[in-house]
């Protein structure tokens, strides 16, 4: 490779890490909801998740438990 080529590559690495830096940073922010077990209707838009748990991400699951629903 040449040197304009290996600044051309680093370039979009910084590009993309900082676009990587961005997405993470948005998904924290968001309220998340969880909930685990097999749940009849939530994948419904109008399901009423009011009793379901705060969550942050990433966050850990028992799979022994069922599925595991996040809004």
């Known amino acids: 490779m040449t040197d304009e080529s290996d600044e051309k590559v680093k370039g979009l690495v910084e590009n993309l890490e900082k676009k990587y830096r961005r997405l993470i940073e948005y998904r924290a922010s968001l309220s998340w909801k969880i909930s685990q077990g097999n749940i009849e209707g939530a994948p419904s838009f109008d ?3 009011s009793s379901w748990e705060a969550a942050s ?4 699951w028992d799979p022994a438990k069922g599925e595991i629903w996040l809004r």
């Open 57 to 60: 991400l990433p966050t850990t």
């Open 47 to 49: 399901y009423d998740d």
